[in-house]
C-alpha cells in the first residue's frame, strides 16, 4: 500500500474523517486483524466531499481505486464498491435536481462520477454499469442550456479530455450522438461566449484526430486560454 499520495487529498476533511479514512485504508491493508470499519460510512463520507470540493472531486477516484483494491486483495470483498456504486445510483437519478439547486455541486458530481470510471476497472476494463450514466451526465451537458454556461463546458471538455478514448472503445454510437449535439451547438447555437466556443472546436478536433492534438494545434488552443 502507498503510504497515502492519498495523504494530501485526505487533509481535505475534518479532523474526525481524516480519521475514518485512515483507519479504513490501515485496516483493509491489515487482513490479521478484524476490521470493525464501517466501508459504507467511508463511502458515503468521499461522496459528500467530492460533491463540495471541485479539487477533490477530480482525485477521489484514486483513493476509492486504493480501498477497492485493497479490500478485494485482503479478503477478497467488494462491500466498499457496493456502496459507492450504490450512492453514485442515488446521486444520478437525481442530478436534474443537483443541477438546479447548485451548479457547483452538478459539476462535482459529474467529475467525480467521471473520475471514478477512469480509476475502478474490472479485469482492466471499465466497469460496464458506469458507462450509460457516465455518457448520460455528459449529454447533458451538451444541452444548449449547458453550453451557455462556460462552467459546465469546461467540465465537459475536461472530461473528455480524460476519458472519451474510453468511453468511446465502450460505445462508439453515444459518443457519435455526444458529438453531434457539440458540433450543432458550436456551428448553430447563439449566445455562445467566446470561450465555449474555442473550448468546443478544440474537443471536436480533439476527438477527430484520434483523441490527441498536432503540436501545432494544442499551442494555439492552449496560447488562446491562457490570454
Given at each position: 500500500m502507498e503510504n497515502l499520495k492519498e495523504d494530501y487529498k485526505i487533509?481535505?476533511?475534518d479532523l474526525e474523517t481524516q480519521k475514518?479514512?485512515?483507519?479504513?485504508?490501515k485496516a483493509i491493508s491489515m487482513p490479521s486483524e478484524p476490521s470493525t470499519v464501517d466501508l459504507e460510512k467511508v463511502s458515503n463520507v468521499i461522496v459528500d466531499q467530492s460533491l463540495k470540493d471541485q479539487v477533490f472531486s477530480k482525485e477521489a477516484g484514486r483513493i476509492c481505486y486504493t480501498i477497492v483494491q485493497a479490500e478485494a486483495k485482503h479478503n477478497n470483498g467488494n462491500v466498499f464498491r457496493r456502496n459507492l456504486l450504490n450512492r453514485l445510483q442515488l446521486?444520478?437519478?437525481?442530478?436534474?435536481?443537483t443541477r438546479l439547486r447548485s451548479l457547483q455541486e452538478w459539476v462535482c458530481f459529474v467529475t467525480f462520477i467521471c473520475n471514478v470510471f477512469d480509476y475502478l476497472k474490472v479485469n482492466n476494463m471499465p466497469m460496464v454499469a458506469l458507462v450509460h450514466p457516465v455518457f448520460d451526465c455528459l449529454l447533458r451537458l451538451a444541452q444548449p442550456d449547458s453550453l451557455n454556461n462556460e462552467e459546465e463546458v469546461d467540465c465537459l471538455v475536461l472530461?473528455?479530455?480524460r476519458i472519451g478514448d474510453q468511453l468511446e472503445k465502450m460505445?462508439?454510437?453515444?459518443?457519435?450522438?455526444?458529438f453531434y449535439l457539440l458540433r450543432d451547438g458550436f456551428l448553430l447555437q447563439e449566445g455562445l461566449s467566446s470561450m465555449a466556443r474555442l473550448l468546443l472546436l478544440e474537443i471536436l478536433e480533439f476527438r477527430a484526430g484520434g483523441w490527441t492534438l498536432s503540436d501545432t494545434a494544442q499551442k494555439y488552443y492552449y496560447s488562446e486560454v491562457s490570454d
Open positions: 487533509q481535505s476533511f475514518l479514512l485512515k483507519t479504513a485504508l446521486e444520478f437519478v437525481a442530478r436534474e435536481e472530461q473528455l479530455h460505445n462508439g454510437q453515444k459518443m457519435d450522438e455526444l
